[in-house]
C-alpha cells in the first residue's frame, strides 16, 4: 500500500510561484509513475503533469506547459510540483497520485490509470 501526501498549498497572488510536494509513505515509489491532476470547485479532476519512474519522460497539460515543472527525487520518495506564473484559473485542489509500472519511461495521462492518491492541498490564487 502507498500512500501519498500533498503539502505546500496556499494562497499566492497572481504571477507568484509555489511548490507543491508529494511525499510517499512506502519504502520506495522508485518504480512507481507519478502524476499531478487538479479539481476546481464544480468541475472534474483534470490532469496536470506526469513523470516516469526513470525521471526521463514528463508530460504536461497544455494549460500548464512552460510554467509548471514536475520532479522526483527517489531517493526521497518524493514528487515535486513547481509552479509558476500562476494565474487565477489555477486556483484548485491539487492531488499527487502513483502506479506501480513495469516500463522505466512510461507516464500516465488519466485518472482512472492511477492506484494511489493523496488528500489533496489547496492552490489559491488571487487576482
Known amino acids: 500500500q502507498v500512500q501519498l501526501v500533498e503539502s505546500g498549498g496556499g494562497l499566492v497572488q497572481a504571477g507568484g510561484s509555489l511548490r507543491l510536494s508529494c511525499a510517499s509513505s512506502?519504502?520506495?515509489?522508485?518504480?512507481?509513475?507519478m502524476g499531478w491532476f487538479r479539481q476546481a470547485p464544480g468541475k472534474e479532476r483534470e490532469f496536470v503533469a506526469a513523470?516516469?519512474?526513470?525521471?526521463?519522460?514528463?508530460y504536461y497539460a497544455d494549460s500548464v506547459k512552460g510554467r509548471f515543472t514536475i520532479s522526483r527525487d527517489n531517493g526521497k520518495n518524493t514528487v515535486y510540483l513547481q509552479m509558476d506564473r500562476l494565474k487565477p484559473e489555477d486556483t484548485a485542489v491539487y492531488y499527487c497520485?502513483?502506479?506501480?509500472?513495469?516500463?522505466?519511461?512510461?507516464?500516465?495521462?488519466?485518472?482512472?490509470?492511477?492506484?494511489?492518491w493523496g488528500q489533496g492541498t489547496q492552490v489559491t490564487v488571487s487576482s
Open positions: 512506502a519504502r520506495t515509489i522508485s518504480r512507481h509513475a
Open positions: 497520485a502513483a502506479v506501480s509500472s513495469a516500463n522505466p519511461g512510461n507516464f500516465y495521462l488519466r485518472a482512472y490509470e492511477y492506484h494511489y
Open positions: 513523470i516516469s519512474w526513470s525521471i526521463t519522460s514528463t
